[in-house]
């Protein structure tokens, strides 16, 4: 299988974070989600992809070149898309789209004036008089206006309603059916990704805990229920635990293991990716 991004053992230091030794490849023609909580490492992680970082260490390599040697030419096939135009503030989408266009040698003018009509985008509009939602319709027909073969998308359904949210996630799946086009999607809104990822890379304090096919992580992750009396002695078996005083509730990665444990006195339940997030932010860091 051809990966489009290949990151192997990046780190990279900051006073009270680090990224220790990440890696992940996201394969050519899928939607990788990329999930972790705020302050995880999934921006820094975009940004060293984007060689807006400087790593201290490790390798990436995006369609099979060096970000860092070959930067412009892996450029030149990204889209990025993400919620705000921090540096547009007070721009029109047409002011937009010029200051863009000319870093693209493969900008396409008739691909940019269909998306703009699909998504009923008026050009004459200033950026921040235009809702969340329209801006970031106008952000991916930035992204796929250059015939971009990757994109990047950085918390793009934050603050959308469930509507569009519905209509996005929607177009992002029509975008990959050639699987010529690549996703890398990164939130922290883990139902998008139950509906349209085929990989789901999770990333906790700075390191990888797994990249996988969203089925094999759904097959492999549950929630366990039981009473307190039965946990005893047994808290090491699971990721994270809640107790209150009904019970308990634990993620475990060993199903097996655990049903040996306390046979038929649990009730066994499939986690799913906000589950695991939340039981291992629960678990003792070491």
Known sequence: MENIIE???????????????????VPKGYIMGFIG???AGKTTTIKS????????????????????????????KIGFVYSEFDF?????????????????????????????NKFKLD?????????????????????LSHHAELLILDEPTSGLDPVFRDEFLDMLLNIVQD???TILFSTHITSD????????????????????????????YYL???????????????????????GFEALTNNKKLVENQFGNDIIIERANLEDIMVYYNKMEVV
Do not use: C
């Open 179 to 181: 699987e010529e086009k």
């Open 193 to 220: 990704l139950d509906k349209i990822a085929d990989y789901i890379t999770y990333i906790h304090n700075g390191k990888i805990v797994f990249s996988k096919e969203r089925d094999q992580i759904y097959e492999n």
């Open 7 to 25: 990151i192997k053992d990046i780190v990279k230091s900051y006073k009270n974070f680090k990224l220790d030794k990440v890696s992940f490849n």
């Open 37 to 39: 909580e705020n302050g």
């Open 123 to 143: 050009p004459k509009s200033k950026i921040n008089k235009i809702s969340t939602g329209m801006k970031t319709k106008f952000a991916l027909a930035l992204a």
């Open 88 to 116: 547009f503030t007070n721009f029109k989408l047409k002011d937009i789209k010029k200051y863009i266009a000319p870093f693209y040698k493969n900008w396409d003018e008739e691909v940019y004036n269909n998306y703009i």
């Open 49 to 76: 992809i984007m060689n807006v970082f400087d790593t201290d260490d490790g390798e990436i390599k995006v369609f099979g070149l060096d970000n860092k040697i070959h930067e412009v030419e892996i450029k030149e």
């Open 224 to 246: 366990i229920k039981g009473s307190l009396e039965k946990l005893k002695n047994q808290e090491k078996l699971f990721i994270g635990i809640k107790k209150n005083k009904y």
